[in-house]
């Protein structure tokens, strides 16, 4: 079956090779061939072949789905209450994590499922068509097991963060949690997931425990990822550059040294920036300018989780990109859909070139300029996937 949009104002293909060369690959009064699924032909509306079927799409804009490379949706309850006092002036250390990793312990399957698929929907009302979720609020073999079981049934890019922070009953035995992390709970968690991360920083996992984790998550078939220098500068980075991990993720506090390593490796390790992280612990912005113009491959991610970024808005998290981190609008755009794909290494998404998958988010505005120049205003008027 197969179906073809037209009458679209603006078509974001992200395929340099299309339409004004630039990489979003934009074309004007064009046209979308979907064939079971698949984009089958992008071009100008008037040479669009013949399709089964035809939908107008009245002059709306059309851009790939959103790609949300980092999230962490597996939880129970929420903290509002520690938002309130940041916005209060009480600093951000991460500590809070515990508070939901005892509400987590305590839900039902039933409970942590509902939320998720809760969040799914929002996720997907934004324009999300692609997302990655972790664990990483049990802390114990059982509840990272079933938190990656269920994330399981909403999308296939899991990641296995049992070194979220070390929990409370280990709290004076930190090499029998690292070891744990890397033994028991690492074998019980790998049938239900893609990736392994830690969260490498002050307060959490320093830099050799982080190696020895991701170490023995990539011996057993795991990708890496890395939250680091989120808090504060340190080694992170460059580890993850070390062990080719898919991305590096927050990179707030990222050196000059940090972001050289980045753009050397910037065909197999991407640097994802979380916005919404910064807006909700008034931390300062990474300069996303420098890492562009290092030519790192960027991603922009909502990082979602109820301590410190509870939003499932991509558009929100680009227009922060836009006006506090350096970002030009089609920058953003592009780290929003084609950097996060990269950074989950997949091609079949991110964009709208012949071949993909159909995932896209028809707006309801004449162009992607209008994702920034309208903030807070809900202009994903239909997604289609697939």
Same mark, same amino acid.
């Given at each position: 079956?197969?179906?073809?949009?037209?009458?679209?104002?603006?078509?974001?293909?992200?395929?340099?090779?299309?339409?004004?060369?630039?990489?979003?690959?934009?074309?004007?009064?064009?046209?979308?061939?979907?064939?079971?699924?698949?984009?089958?032909?992008?071009?100008?509306?008037?040479?669009?072949?013949?399709?089964?079927?035809?939908?107008?799409?009245?002059?709306?804009?059309?851009?790939?789905?959103?790609?949300?490379?980092?999230?962490?949706?597996?939880?129970?309850?929420?903290?509002?209450?520690?938002?309130?006092?940041?916005?209060?002036?009480?600093?951000?250390? =991460?500590? !809070? %994590?515990?508070?939901? #990793?005892?509400?987590?312990? *305590?839900?039902? +399957?039933?409970?942590?499922? /509902?939320?998720? $698929?809760?969040?799914?929907?929002?996720?997907?009302?934004?324009?999300?068509?692609?997302?990655?979720?972790?664990?990483?609020?049990?802390?114990?073999?059982?509840?990272?097991?079933?938190?990656?079981?269920?994330?399981?049934?909403?999308?296939?890019?899991?990641?296995?963060?049992?070194?979220?922070?070390?929990?409370?009953?280990?709290?004076?035995?930190?090499?029998?949690?690292?070891?744990?992390?890397?033994?028991?709970?690492?074998?019980?968690?790998?049938?239900?997931?893609?990736?392994?991360?830690?969260?490498?920083?002050?307060?959490?996992?320093?830099?050799?425990?982080?190696?020895?984790?991701?170490?023995?998550?990539?011996?057993?078939?795991?990708?890496?990822?890395?939250?680091?220098?989120?808090?504060?500068? =340190?080694? !992170? %980075?460059?580890?993850? #550059?070390?062990?080719?991990? *898919?991305?590096? +993720?927050?990179?707030?506090? /990222?050196?000059? $040294?940090?972001?050289?390593?980045?753009?050397?490796?910037?065909?197999?390790?991407?640097?994802?920036?979380?916005?919404?992280?910064?807006?909700?612990?008034?931390?300062?912005?990474?300069?996303?300018?420098?890492?562009?113009?290092?030519?790192?491959?960027?991603?922009?991610?909502?990082?979602?989780?109820?301590?410190?970024?509870?939003?499932?808005?991509?558009?929100?998290?680009?227009?922060?990109?836009?006006?506090?981190?350096?970002?030009?609008?089609?920058?953003?755009?592009?780290?929003?859909?084609?950097?996060?794909?990269?950074?989950?290494?997949?091609?079949?998404?991110?964009?709208?070139?012949?071949?993909?998958?159909?995932?896209?988010?028809?707006?309801?505005?004449?162009?992607?300029?209008?994702?920034?120049?309208?903030? !807070?205003?809900?202009?994903?008027?239909?997604?289609?996937?697939?």
């Amino acid at each position: 079956m197969s179906t073809v949009y037209t009458n679209i104002a603006e078509l974001v293909t992200n395929d340099p090779t299309v339409g004004d060369g630039s990489p979003l690959g934009l074309l004007t009064d064009a046209a979308l061939v979907v064939d079971d699924g698949v984009v089958s032909w992008v071009g100008v509306r008037g040479g669009a072949p013949a399709a089964d079927d035809s939908v107008d799409l009245q002059g709306a804009a059309v851009i790939p789905g959103f790609v949300d490379s980092h999230a962490h949706l597996v939880f129970a309850g929420d903290r509002a209450h520690e938002f309130a006092a940041r916005m209060a002036g009480v600093p951000y250390d =991460g500590g !809070g %994590i515990t508070t939901t #990793v005892a509400a987590t312990r *305590a839900a039902t +399957d039933a409970q942590l499922s /509902a939320n998720l $698929a809760r969040l799914s929907a929002e996720l997907r009302r934004s324009g999300v068509t692609t997302f990655e979720t972790k664990s990483g609020y049990g802390l114990r073999t059982p509840d990272e097991v079933r938190s990656l079981r269920i994330a399981r049934e909403f999308t296939t890019e899991t990641t296995f963060l049992g070194a979220h922070v070390v929990p409370a009953e280990y709290r004076e035995n930190r090499d029998g949690y690292v070891r744990s992390v890397a033994g028991e709970m690492l074998h019980e968690c790998r049938p239900h997931a893609r990736w392994i991360d830690v969260f490498c920083e002050r307060g959490a996992f320093d830099v050799d425990e982080a190696r020895t984790i991701l170490e023995a998550g990539a011996a057993v078939g795991l990708t890496p990822r890395l939250h680091a220098a989120q808090l504060a500068p =340190g080694e !992170g %980075i460059r580890l993850g #550059v070390e062990l080719g991990a *898919a991305s590096v +993720d927050h990179c707030t506090f /990222a050196t000059d $040294a940090d972001i050289e390593a980045l753009a050397s490796a910037s065909a197999v390790t991407v640097a994802t920036l979380l916005p919404g992280a910064e807006f909700s612990t008034r931390a300062a912005y990474p300069d996303g300018r420098r890492f562009l113009d290092a030519g790192a491959t960027v991603a922009l991610a909502t990082d979602c989780n109820p301590g410190s970024s509870y939003t499932t808005s991509m558009a929100f998290c680009m227009a922060i990109a836009v006006r506090d981190m350096g970002f030009t609008p089609a920058e953003a755009l592009w780290s929003a859909t084609a950097g996060g794909a990269a950074a989950l290494r997949r091609r079949d998404v991110g964009g709208l070139a012949v071949g993909q998958r159909a995932h896209f988010a028809v707006l309801d505005a004449p162009s992607h300029l209008h994702l920034a120049y309208r903030p !807070g205003v809900p202009l994903i008027a239909d997604v289609i996937a697939g």
